[in-house]
């Protein structure tokens, strides 16, 4: 059995942080195109939120929480939960902002920053050990047997 590195968490996090970065900007990209074709900027909202938020599961699935050996993964489920995961952290930059703006007075365009050290985190942890966390959302190992090659 391989030992763990005690950088892995950061490490993982460091990871989230690029596919967040691309889903940003995916997701900025969609909504602009959609503003230059004259869809309403709520559906285009909308629309780069759903189609980052693709990009944000296939990513974080396939190099930042991969599947451990033996493991398997219901990709419906998981991906239901990484919808959720980024809805909650959606709805609460929302009403963060509004507390931020409306009720600190912080400047508009300050605001969304300090959003990002709130739903950063919590997305990470919410991916983490909810949307992607072995053992849960159907994942289970192949068998309860190890195998020959396996320790047990």
Not at 1 to 15: A, L, Y
Not at 26 to 55: D, E, K, Q
Not at 126 to 150: D, H, I, T, V
Request: charged letters at 15%.
């Amino acid at each position: 059995m391989q030992e763990k590195s005690g950088w892995e968490p950061f490490i993982q996090f460091v990871k989230f942080g690029f596919v967040g970065v691309s889903n940003t900007l995916i997701s900025m990209a969609v909504y602009y195109i959609c503003l230059a074709l004259r869809i309403h900027y709520i559906a285009a909202n909308t629309l780069g939120f759903v189609i980052g938020t693709i990009n944000a599961y296939f990513w974080n699935n396939r190099y930042v929480f991969r599947q451990k050996e033996g493991e398997i993964r219901d990709t419906k489920k998981s991906l239901a939960k990484v919808f959720v995961s980024y809805g909650v952290t959606l709805g609460l930059s929302t009403a963060l902002l509004a507390f931020w703006v409306d009720g600190l007075h912080i400047s508009e365009k300050a605001a969304p920053i300090l959003n990002l050290l709130v739903t950063i985190p919590l997305n990470f942890v919410l991916n983490k050990f909810w949307a992607f966390g072995s053992g849960r959302n159907g994942q289970q190992k192949k068998s309860a047997m190890p195998g020959p090659m396996e320790e047990q």
